[in-house]
């Protein structure tokens, strides 16, 4: 709770510089897009990451189940 | 309701509950969800700020990676919780404290 109270006395007395922009109409397409031209190397290395936590998951969770051999 | 400061609220809200959660809670699965509230949280801020203090879209981008590394990271812990049950019997994160090999 006093956590919070001090978060929000920040927030509140803070001064962030913001603009008034109108919202894009839509994100979706440019996110894709992004996704797919300036943030490439990072989604490759997402995929990466995912597929060793997938594998890692896998072989923690069976290796318990299984046989005590390992 | 269209201001930085609504959003941000949120945000803490949301931090302040998980780190609770995290810090009281005895259950892993619980401290887990914690885990996942927090980072919501920052997700939350990241939206918010990207959408108020500049016109690109960089900070969605960076809550889906965000987003992305929780599932590693729920898949991964809850695999390790599994074994820790599976060996000690129990899912206490007080209990789990022996390190003997």
């Known amino acids: 709770m006093g956590l919070l109270l001090i978060i929000g006395y920040v927030m509140n007395t803070s001064q962030w510089n ?13 996110i894709g897009e992004l996704l797919l031209t300036r ?5 490759e290395v997402a995929s990466i990451l995912l597929l ?5 998951a896998a072989m923690l969770a069976r290796r318990s ?6 | 309701m ?3 400061e609504v959003y941000l609220l949120v945000g803490a809200v949301l931090f302040v ?8 809670r005895k259950n892993a699965i619980a401290v887990l969800m914690g885990v996942e509230l927090i980072l919501n949280a920052a997700n939350i801020n990241f939206v918010a700020f990207s959408r108020f203090s ?5 900070g969605h981008i960076f809550a889906i990676f965000v ?3 929780a599932a590693a990271e729920a898949a991964v812990a809850l695999a390790i919780v599994l074994n820790i049950y599976n060996n000690l019997k129990t899912v206490n994160v007080d209990e789990a404290s022996s390190l003997r090999g």
Request: charged content about 10%.
């Open chain 1, 18 to 30: 913001t603009v008034t922009s109108a919202p894009p109409a839509e994100t979706v397409n440019t």
């Open chain 1, 52 to 56: 060793a936590a997938l594998v890692g």
């Open chain 1, 39 to 43: 943030w490439l190397l990072p989604f």
């Open chain 2, 54 to 58: 500049s016109t690109s879209l960089d």
């Open chain 2, 67 to 69: 987003i992305i590394m």
């Open chain 1, 65 to 70: 189940r299984g046989g005590e051999e390992a």
């Open chain 2, 17 to 24: 509950l998980g780190l609770f959660a995290v810090i009281t």
């Open chain 2, 2 to 4: 269209n201001h930085l």
